[in-house]
């Protein structure tokens, strides 16, 4: 796991690149490779790399390069499959330097070009120079578990993990795009390919990115296709093969040169990859938890000290308080380098510190496995809805109007939540895991946000945008539909975002073996009923592993990765919450009217359950004071 970074000039100017400022990129980016550094300058491209070593501890130095010094490349990630592919390229004649996975590639793109990127497996983004032809690709992994970033002008192409790499050269603006804040405030996160930096972009999963004589193209080369084979599946056959593969992916995703840990949730997904990963090895696997003051929500805890107790791990579990989670704020707001609502970010990021102390470099997750499996209840929820609407037919209407009185008759908050969703189409409310039509922000748009900046924003892009990835599995089953919807948004720029982004700012690899492409794929061949069966969450993966985890795991609630913001926000942050969103220089943005933001606190002070676009206006303010007004963070 690494960091990597680059410009390439364009349009055949005689600039070459500062190797001062690829250095540069190189030092805003230390945390995510602080083992080792290198850097290739050459005419118009320069590459730079942070190295964290996890393979070939000697000889791993980027960039790596090809017997005659034409190919340069540097590589951020895992490729799970490549001693397989080394003993190909070997037969073909390809002589290596390194044990790498990253050298794989070098020789791979030799043969195959731009093909070369279907043929690996893993967690990946690099950028290859190709001396000869003065091309440069640049590719992410199908799921986006690895970030990249780039500013094209028609002078020149920068690139980086990292956003705050791009910034470093000086001609690039730290500017906000304000109809993307509009995007941030309907998701609580930014999908899609945009930024809220203007003009800074993400390469999309399963895309690629080439240069070739001057002109930029960005190309797909994956997409997750929900396709039954012919004939259907037995349940039977396909709970063996889950094994299999998980077996496999696990096993894999093992492979590496320094100390391998767990991070365990007491959650279904965390426990099967616990219970794949002891099979794997002879050490005694490390794992680790994390709980919190008070008991202000579900404690996790209990649950992973049954998983660890059953695998034999040595354990390791640690508690944070709401002063810690205040010291971490401006860290966060760092680290994610764009606005994201994602208070058990700081949960994570508190534990893989944890992990670093005890000295493990890699973790490995059950991150993926409800998006793969349909594991949230929301899933459950949606899909009986749907079918109630189909039953109901044009009695759908008169039963949502029944269904809003009964709510604000009684306080039926379920009732409330599902009545204005009885007469919309799934298309035209599902928008993902955090947004639907009907969010305060939405719903009080007048009342918060000013005439000015209403200006700014399309209220229609939150539909707009979920209807994309909609109209490309139009002939899916409405559960085959969400999941699609989440894993081309929610999962890579909210969940692996941060997962990448936290566990990185302590300098550790997080691998998510459910991620694997293999397994996403066998899961999206998989009927419907295999994964949601009545009112069973992720059915055919419980069945899989009944033998292996413990049913008081199979059999609980799905909780997440619960952290008390609510009440934290609510009483111990209240003045830091007061003070900073009611501060003159917020509201000098021009983004939000005073009254607005004073009724939105009083209203979450005084028990409605305003937290999450609390936090979602702090972390933007934070977000603003560090990347817009370039004020240096005080990271505790």
């Known amino acids: 796991m690494c960091g990597i970074c680059g410009k390439l000039i364009l349009g055949g100017q005689p600039d070459c690149v500062d190797r001062g400022l690829i250095r540069s990129m190189m030092d805003s980016m230390r945390h995510r490779g602080p083992d080792d550094e290198g850097l290739y ?65 070098v020789h791979l793109y030799e043969e195959f070009g731009e093909e070369c990127i279907s043929k690996l497996r893993g967690m990946y983004t690099f950028a290859l120079w190709d001396e000869k032809n003065k091309a440069l690709l640049i590719a992410r992994d199908r799921v986006g578990i690895k970030p990249l970033y780039y500013y094209a002008s028609d002078k020149a192409l920068i690139f980086a993990s990292e956003i705050k790499a791009i910034l470093a050269d000086p001609s690039v603006e730290a500017a906000v795009d304000l109809s993307i804040l509009g995007t941030y405030l309907s998701y609580l996160y930014t999908p899609g390919e945009k930024t809220v930096f203007k003009n800074i972009l993400k390469l999309s999963p399963g895309h690629f990115l080439s240069v070739k004589r001057g002109k930029v193209s960005v190309k797909q080369y994956w997409d997750l296709r929900f396709q039954k084979p012919p004939g259907g599946t037995n349940l039977a056959d396909a709970t063996d093969r889950l094994v299999e593969i998980l077996e496999t992916t ?11 840990g767990v991070l365990l949730s007491g959650g279904m997904d965390s426990t099967a990859v616990l219970c794949f990963a002891v099979e794997q090895t002879d050490r005694k696997v490390s794992t680790f938890t994390i709980g919190f003051e008070r008991g202000l929500c579900t404690d996790e805890r209990p649950f992973a000290r049954m998983a660890a107790e059953r695998f034999g791990t040595k354990h390791h579990e640690m508690t944070i308080a709401p002063r810690d989670f205040v010291d971490c704020l401006p860290r966060y707001v760092w680290h994610m380098e764009e606005p994201v609502c994602e208070p058990p970010a700081i949960a994570l990021y508190y534990v893989s510190k944890l992990a670093k102390e005890q000295g493990v470099t890699v973790l490995i997750s059950g991150e993926g496995g409800d998006e793969a499996f349909a594991g949230y209840q929301n899933y459950r929820n949606l899909v009986w809805l749907e079918r109630i609407k189909g039953a109901l037919g044009p009695m759908a209407g008169p039963t949502s109007t029944v269904a809003a009185a009964l709510s604000s008759l009684y306080g039926f908050g379920k009732l409330a939540k599902y009545a204005p969703l009885m007469t919309l189409p799934l298309e035209k409310y599902y928008f993902g895991r955090t947004s639907n039509p009907f969010t305060y922000f939405s719903r009080n748009r007048d009342a918060l946000f000013t005439p000015e900046f209403l200006s700014h924003l399309d209220p229609d892009l939150p539909a707009n945008l979920a209807a994309q990835y909609f109209a490309l599995v139009t002939g899916s089953t409405h559960l085959d539909q969400m999941l699609y919807v989440d894993t081309k948004t929610w999962l890579p720029d909210d969940l692996l975002i941060k997962a990448d982004k936290m566990i990185m700012a302590n300098s550790l690899e997080l691998r998510v073996p459910f991620l694997d492409h293999q397994v996403l794929e066998f899961a999206a061949s998989l009927p419907v009923q295999y994964k949601l069966k009545g009112l069973t969450t992720k059915y055919i993966l419980k069945k899989a592993l009944s033998a292996r985890v413990p049913r008081e795991i199979r059999q609980r609630k799905k909780t997440g990765f619960p952290v008390p913001y609510v009440p934290w926000i609510r009483n111990d942050l209240k003045n830091m919450v007061w003070s900073i969103l009611t501060d003159s220089r917020t509201l000098q943005r021009g983004y939000f009217q005073k009254a607005g933001i004073e009724r939105l606190i009083d209203s979450n002070v005084n028990g409605h359950d ?12 934070l977000w603003h004071r560090m990347f817009i007004d370039r004020e240096q963070p005080v990271l505790r």
């Open 41 to 105: 300058v050459s005419g118009s491209i320069g590459l730079g790399h942070r190295r964290l070593s996890i393979i070939d501890l000697a000889s791993g130095r980027q960039p790596i390069t090809n017997e005659d010094e034409t190919i340069w490349i540097v590589f951020n990630g895992e490729i799970y499959n490549y001693q397989e592919l080394t003993s190909l390229l070997v037969q073909r004649g390809h002589r290596y330097r390194t044990a790498t996975d990253t050298e794989v590639i």
């Open 610 to 621: 305003r937290s999450k676009e609390i936090f979602s206006l702090l972390t933007l303010e």
């Open 250 to 260: 696990v096993r894999d995703h093992m492979i590496s040169d320094v100390p391998v």
